[in-house]
């Protein structure tokens, strides 16, 4: 039957279920060939195989693998311990009673989702309903004390109440850069402490998605050993694109394969706010500073974020 050893001097198993048992004899019904549900050592893994290369995601069936051949620990890069924080006295969580001058929180909701679809989880989320400094300090102080990465939302901008500036030189910490030529996320803040580091989104829905794949995707592969290449190509504008200002343009697009080659559809009425403009992306198209129409049929560059 199924898992037991071959006996000695046989070639071929039969199962036993294509067999007849009558008194002291069975009756078998089609003639084995050798080697007929044999299962012979080296069969699934050799000796002396290599299984896994550096740099590899271990699955689920990763660890089956490795549990077949007897192993019981590997080295690993274990992925990085992940804390969200929203920020602004104006946000609530899904779920509550809004009140006047409130919105809810789609920040954390979006950059968890994220995250989670590129196997990255987050250990922790934090939301900091407050304009004031010290509970905002606080919570940085706590979650760079315990994550290898925080990501925040808003407080990084040029407005009374945008104290991450501020924190990150209050608590040590080194500002690789702040305020980059990029729109959306011109705000954006990136800063280094002794163990962690600190990625700070504008709180503007879409500047956070484009932050994601622009800054958070390529730092979390950093940290867990493996960069992560971005897929660029080039692409037809399947529509009109108008594009303002002095830096550089990140806008979302449907991106799709035809006969002709990868087709970009830009979304519909981009704006920082609207979250909605980025629904069903799966894509950016770059566009240089300046103001400038670019018709239908346009060659552009584009980034694949699937």
Known sequence: MTGAPLAAGADAV????YVTAESAHVIIKDKPR?????????????????LFQK???????????????????????????????????????????LEHGQIYDSNMPVLYSLLASDRYPVATQ???STNERGPLLKTLRECLGNHDLVISTGAVSMGDYDFIPQIVTALGGDTLFHRVAVKPGKPTLMAGFKDSWLISLPGNPVSSVVGYFLYVRRVVSLLTGVPREPQRAIATLAGELIVRGDRLNIVGARLESAAEGLVAHPAVRQESGRLSSARGINGLIFIEAGDRTLPA??????????
Do not use: H, W
């Open 34 to 50: 050798a080697g007929a549900f044999v299962r012979p050592p080296g069969n699934d893994i050799t000796a002396g195989q290599s």
């Open 14 to 17: 039969i199962p036993i279920e």
């Open 55 to 97: 740099g590899e995601f271990l699955t689920p069936a990763d660890i089956g693998v490795l549990a077949s051949v007897g192993l019981t620990e590997v080295t690993v890069v274990p992925r990085p311990r992940i804390a969200l924080i929203s920020t602004g006295s104006e946000i609530i969580g899904p779920g509550e009673k």
């Open 297 to 306: 049929g346009s060659q552009v560059l584009v980034e694949l974020t699937n």
């Open 126 to 128: 934090r939301r900091v």
